[in-house]
């Protein structure tokens, strides 16, 4: 099983990359393993301490769980994803059965942080996007996805998100091994992607990309 990181800060386009990576690769069996939904059990804290909780720190993801996954994955076995309610902030009472791909794409903002999780990539792949443009992306996908209002992105976006954007996610960027910037439409970082994958999986490479 071929693992590929791919990270890059909130808002920055990684889980469109991913699924254009996916609609490349044709009938390939294919994963995705998103670090959001990794992130711990809060039921034991009332409604509104949970959405004062840093959800850009490192700490507030079950990490370990998600290497567990992993491995379950590249030894052949299936693997119970968890279920985020980012409504409620807490975690879903059901789960996801993800079966080994050839491909799994993993993505989030903190994958690079974390060494035993850098060290299941076969290749991880940095989402670099101008701050400005990842905002509005994070203000829209909150809104119209997550039921939240305006004030309270704005909020959280200048008391954590962007403080631990520039504590962990931007450092971690010297771990990548392809820094792909403008976001995850990047047409020349798609093709060079999609490319080594072709070549990783023996395939022929196709003549047109999905864009």
Known sequence: ?????????????????????????????????????????????????????????????????????????????????????FARNTRKATYTLLQPPSVLLVEGILIFSDQELRARFDMKVFIDTDDDDR???????????????LKSVLDQYQRTVKPMHLEFVEPSKRWADIIIPHGGKNKVGLDLMSRKLHMLLNRTYPETLHQ
């Not at 693992?3 to 294919?30: C, E, H, M, Q, Y």
């Not at 905002?135 to 209002?149: A, P, V, W, Y």
């Open 135 to 149: 905002l509005m992306r994070r203000i829209m996908r909150d809104m119209e996805e997550r039921s939240r209002g």
């Open 1 to 85: 099983m071929i693992v590929i990181g791919i990270a890059g800060g909130s808002g920055s386009g990684k889980s469109t990359f991913a699924d254009l990576v996916r609609a490349n690769l044709d009938d390939t069996p294919l994963g995705v393993l998103r670090h959001d939904s990794f992130y711990r059990q809060l039921d034991h804290l009332p409604a509104e301490k949970r959405r004062l909780v840093n959800f850009d720190h490192p700490d507030s993801l079950d990490t370990p769980l998600m290497i567990e996954a992993i491995d379950q994955l590249k030894d052949g076995h299936s693997a119970r994803i968890p279920e985020y309610d």
